[in-house]
């Protein structure tokens, strides 16, 4: 995720140079100026579709880990109703055992 915000800040920090270098061309040149403006745009537009690109997959992470998360989550109470059942089953079979040792010891 991190990675991701590096990667549009310096997307940004590029795009902004770029637009720097643009504006301080020579105004004598029209045709040149003209050039490096449509050489801006298009690169502008690419560095657009990078940035949008890095945010569509920050929130494709994001989504996956809230899915992890919700399955983990999930996970977890799975295992926590099987240790209860566990402890149940458990539980009734000592229950059984005492009552039948003490319905044996009681024919004795």
Same mark, same amino acid.
């Given at each position: 995720?991190?990675?991701?915000?590096?990667?549009?800040?310096?997307?940004?920090?590029?795009? %902004?140079?770029?637009?720097?270098?643009?504006s301080? !061309?020579?105004?004598? $040149?029209?045709?040149?100026? $003209?050039?490096?403006?449509? *050489? +801006?745009?298009?690169?502008?537009?690419?560095?657009? &579709?990078?940035? *949008?690109?890095?945010?569509?997959?920050?929130?494709?992470?994001?989504? *996956? +880990?809230? @899915? @992890?998360r919700? *399955? %983990? !989550?999930?996970?977890?109470?799975?295992?926590t109703?099987?240790?209860?059942? $566990?402890a149940?089953?458990?539980?009734?079979?000592?229950?059984?055992?005492?009552? !039948?040792?003490? $319905?044996?010891?009681? &024919? +004795?």
């Amino acid at each position: 995720m991190e990675e991701m915000r590096r990667k549009a800040r310096e997307l940004r920090e590029e795009l %902004a140079a770029m637009k720097s270098q643009a504006s301080r !061309a020579d105004d004598k $040149e029209g045709t040149s100026r $003209e050039s490096a403006t449509l *050489n +801006l745009k298009r690169q502008t537009a690419d560095i657009m &579709k990078e940035i *949008n690109g890095v945010k569509s997959s920050a929130i494709k992470a994001q989504s *996956n +880990l809230a @899915q @992890q998360r919700k *399955n %983990a !989550a999930e996970q977890a109470k799975l295992e926590t109703e099987a240790i209860e059942w $566990e402890a149940k089953a458990a539980a009734d079979l000592a229950e059984a055992e005492a009552k !039948a040792r003490a $319905e044996h010891e009681a &024919k +004795l």
